[in-house]
């Protein structure tokens, strides 16, 4: 079968949405045998390479303006304009079996009409991020009047819809829509991130001593990720007298950062709180590994990547309630408390650093679980048969 994958953004630009189509395509082609494309946008990181083969996969970006800053309240930076695309895709790309759409703010009607009207083929959606509630009025405003105007002209014209998790499907897609819908959780690989890959120098690069209790986080610093919530639990924590010592490391970048820099000396933690950014992928398990415990404290979050990398790298997690993370993190790997508040994420993260052998069982359900519900190569069998069901 030959496979159109349409993401506006792609590698070398690596993000959750993008890390997801490189591993699942990658094994799609490998692994079950189709011919896999990915149309996407010029990016300055590609520094203008229009053409190229990355791991199987064809390759080819489309002309396209880069705005580095937010066009729309809803749409995450970076943004692209591509006025080229739909020519490519009628002539260069319209050899494909299946169409399969990555971001629906960015695909609309000049897409859809060449998909659907001229090329008369089959069009599949994932749904990467669920519709917006929580985050901020403005974000669920624009984000909810998209999806009820030329968001449900998307999932009418779909064939096949495939949500990141129950919670996604059903806070996105009608409910009349839901007999072509599945849910297809991310994944990871369980080989890369694993729990027998050495922290190396993770702690000695940031002076933790090796017996402090240390919480992770990764994530991007904006608003939906809970980041001040928390820093308060961390706050609290480090009160007690078995975590006096802890330290909390974030990894990620975004507007937020002097923010919760300032937020931190306020609190008085600012010497046990640091923010990192700009590890390579091949580097990011050694900082899992080093961690004690790892903590996402999202107000929205439809699957979190994060968490999949955790439990393969076994990690106890706690986790909020948001979105898909109850569908991710089940009992017997960590804990779900209420998205804002610092109070429970406290309570559960003190729980998990003062009682060794329940971090260990923890800690040993993580990686099995990773194992053998979200290795990528599980994950692209799923994905194989929602192609298959088309025909």
Known sequence: MKICMLDPLFFPYFGGTEKVVLEVGSRLAKNHGHEVEVLTSMIPQAKGVAREEIKGMRVHRTPSLYFGKLPLPFLPPPFTVSPLLNLDLLSAHNGADVYHLHNRFWYYWGTLASVKLLLRKKLMLTIHNARPKGIAPDVDFWGG???????????????????????????????????????????????????????????????????????LSNARLVTQKGFGYLLEAFAELRKEKAARDARLLVIGKGPLKEELLAKARALGVADSFQITTGIPEEELSLYYNAADVFALASLYEPSAVVLYEALACGKPIVATDAGGNPEIVSADCGFIVPARDPAALKEKLFLVLSEDALRRKLSSASRRRAQEKFDWDIIAREWDKSYKALF
Do not use: Q
């Not at 449900?152 to 009608?174: E, G, K, M, Y």
């Open 145 to 215: 009047l998209w999806d009820d105007t030329l968001g449900l002209a998307t999932f009418s014209a779909c064939d096949r819809i495939n949500c990141v998790s129950r919670a996604t499907l059903d806070a996105t897609i009608p409910a009349r829509m839901h007999g072509k819908c599945a849910v297809v959780y991310n994944g990871v690989d369980t080989k890369a991130f694993s729990p027998e890959r050495g922290a190396g120098n993770v702690r000695k690069k940031f002076g933790i001593p090796e017996n402090a209790p240390l919480i």
